[in-house]
């Protein structure tokens, strides 16, 4: 009972690592939230004293009770707008804490199944698999299917879905050649920014000077090199000199350095650099959840045998049997092909292995013995898995080593 238990227990943590962005985005989204409301209230805070301050002494000064009066309704409307802006960021902390709450209780029914056997564990298993499918699904910018899965299942505070959508809907407008939402998201988000010295936002600038020679709008790039790129020298000196060379350059030089500057590749290349920010700033795994789950998978059975020249000889271009091993599929052989090797401490190897022409092993004693109950003759054997049938002499007996 005790190592049942613990079986358990590992396996939970194992659930829990493999689920970490669950609780961390939530967590990044609370503190992003407190950082906007702090803001806030530092700014209206100094504003509205300074006013205020100015406002008195002007009064005692002589200042007509109208004008003092106004100073005051002013003061008045720009706190009633910080109150409005603090219930709507408050409305925002609530929904956060309680999608946390949800997502907390989530982990904590796996902690409560008493063994992996339970059919509690199988219904939180596709509660998690729905999990992944939505994450997957946001990822690959299928947002409407992501959000109906999640509405039918009835997880929506257990996915992101704002947070993936948002982030499509900027990584769509840099691959339509617009930088303005783009830049807008770096705005708000440029203290976290700062902190992990990311060059988006530098990207990006450098992009609307390209735009800007492309179009032989030279006085309005070189005025938009001093505004934006020049403050970035100490840091990015080689890209400024570079860009201040495409100056000199027209758009059909074959000058290779240039060239590259003026290709279109660049905006995909900055709408991967945004999709890798926005996963990092928000502590989200650069893979889908899902890729994650079917590697651990995938490594927990491969073997060196499922890669060999043998592999695919049983598998069915249209279909995976149950006789075929799951890495040697053609469905998922690829798929298989880069992960490591399963960590076997146990061989489950049959006594006195032989292996056939083909390449697959068997023990000899339940070979001999199969190949008897078909009805062969005493030198055939027959192949379990393929049917194909093999002189007894063409086996060969195999050592582990």
Same mark, same amino acid.
């Given at each position: 009972m005790t190592a049942?238990?613990?079986?358990?227990?590992?396996?939970?943590?194992?659930?829990?690592?493999?689920?970490?962005?669950?609780?961390?985005?939530?967590?990044?989204?609370?503190?992003?939230?407190?950082?906007?409301?702090?803001?806030?209230?530092?700014?209206?805070?100094?504003?509205?004293?300074?006013?205020?301050?100015?406002?008195?002494?002007?009064?005692?000064?002589?200042?007509?009770?109208?004008?003092? #009066?106004?100073?005051?309704?002013?003061?008045?409307?720009?706190?009633?707008?910080?109150?409005?802006?603090?219930?709507?960021?408050?409305?925002?902390?609530?929904?956060?804490?309680?999608?946390s709450r949800k997502r907390i209780q989530h982990l904590q029914d796996l902690y409560e199944i008493p063994s992996l056997a339970?059919?509690?564990?199988?219904?939180?298993?596709?509660?998690?698999?729905?999990?992944?499918?939505?994450?997957y699904l946001l990822r690959c910018g299928y947002g409407e299917s992501a959000k109906a899965l999640a509405r039918e299942k009835g997880i929506e505070e257990l996915v992101d879905l704002e947070v993936f959508m948002q982030c499509h809907r900027v990584e769509q407008s840099l691959r339509r050649r617009s930088t303005q939402e783009c830049l807008a998201w770096c705005a708000e988000h440029r203290p976290m920014m700062k902190k992990l010295d990311n060059r988006?936002?530098?990207?990006?600038?450098?992009?609307?000077?390209?735009?800007?020679?492309?179009?032989?709008?030279? #006085?309005?790039?070189?005025?938009?090199?001093?505004?934006?790129?020049?403050?970035?020298?100490?840091?990015?000196?080689?890209?400024?000199?570079?860009?201040?060379?495409?100056?000199a350059y027209p758009p059909d030089t074959h000058v290779r350095e240039y060239s590259k500057l003026y290709s279109d590749s660049r905006w995909d290349d900055l709408a991967k650099l945004f999709v890798t920010t926005h996963h990092e700033l928000f502590s989200l795994?650069?893979?889908?959840?899902?890729?994650?789950?079917?590697?651990?998978?995938?490594?927990?059975?491969?073997t060196p045998s499922c890669h060999s020249k043998h592999a695919s000889s049983t598998a069915n271009a249209s279909s995976t049997t149950t006789s075929v091993?799951?890495?040697?599929?053609?469905?998922?052989?690829?798929?298989?092909?880069?992960?490591?090797?399963?960590?076997?401490?146990?061989?489950?190897?049959?006594n006195d292995p032989v292996v056939l022409p083909n390449g697959r092993v068997y023990?000899?004693?339940?070979?001999?013995?199969?190949?008897?109950?078909?009805?062969?003759?005493?030198?055939?054997?027959?192949?379990?898995?393929?049917?194909?049938?093999?002189?007894a002499s063409e086996i060969r007996k195999v050592y582990i080593s």
């Amino acid at each position: 009972m005790t190592a049942e238990l613990t079986t358990t227990k590992l396996n939970a943590e194992s659930h829990l690592l493999l689920d970490q962005p669950l609780l961390r985005l939530p967590h990044e989204l609370a503190r992003k939230n407190f950082k906007t409301v702090q803001k806030h209230v530092e700014r209206e805070n100094k504003d509205v004293l300074s006013a205020l301050k100015s406002t008195a002494n002007a009064s005692l000064a002589g200042q007509d009770a109208p004008k003092t #009066v106004a100073s005051l309704e002013n003061m008045i409307h720009r706190l009633q707008g910080l109150k409005r802006k603090m219930e709507t960021l408050h409305g925002e902390e609530k929904a956060l804490h309680q999608a946390s709450r949800k997502r907390i209780q989530h982990l904590q029914d796996l902690y409560e199944i008493p063994s992996l056997a339970d059919v509690k564990y199988d219904e939180w298993s596709r509660v998690r698999l729905n999990r992944l499918l939505v994450d997957y699904l946001l990822r690959c910018g299928y947002g409407e299917s992501a959000k109906a899965l999640a509405r039918e299942k009835g997880i929506e505070e257990l996915v992101d879905l704002e947070v993936f959508m948002q982030c499509h809907r900027v990584e769509q407008s840099l691959r339509r050649r617009s930088t303005q939402e783009c830049l807008a998201w770096c705005a708000e988000h440029r203290p976290m920014m700062k902190k992990l010295d990311n060059r988006l936002e530098f990207e990006l600038r450098l992009q609307q000077y390209i735009e800007l020679r492309r179009n032989r709008q030279l #006085v309005e790039a070189r005025q938009h090199a001093q505004k934006y790129l020049t403050q970035h020298a100490g840091t990015y000196l080689e890209e400024v000199n570079r860009a201040a060379g495409l100056l000199a350059y027209p758009p059909d030089t074959h000058v290779r350095e240039y060239s590259k500057l003026y290709s279109d590749s660049r905006w995909d290349d900055l709408a991967k650099l945004f999709v890798t920010t926005h996963h990092e700033l928000f502590s989200l795994p650069p893979r889908p959840l899902l890729h994650i789950a079917l590697s651990a998978g995938l490594s927990a059975l491969k073997t060196p045998s499922c890669h060999s020249k043998h592999a695919s000889s049983t598998a069915n271009a249209s279909s995976t049997t149950t006789s075929v091993c799951p890495i040697c599929s053609t469905e998922l052989n690829d798929l298989a092909r880069n992960l490591p090797y399963a960590h076997h401490t146990k061989s489950y190897v049959e006594n006195d292995p032989v292996v056939l022409p083909n390449g697959r092993v068997y023990g000899r004693d339940r070979l001999l013995e199969m190949s008897e109950k078909v009805g062969l003759d005493a030198g055939q054997v027959k192949d379990p898995t393929t049917s194909i049938i093999y002189p007894a002499s063409e086996i060969r007996k195999v050592y582990i080593s």
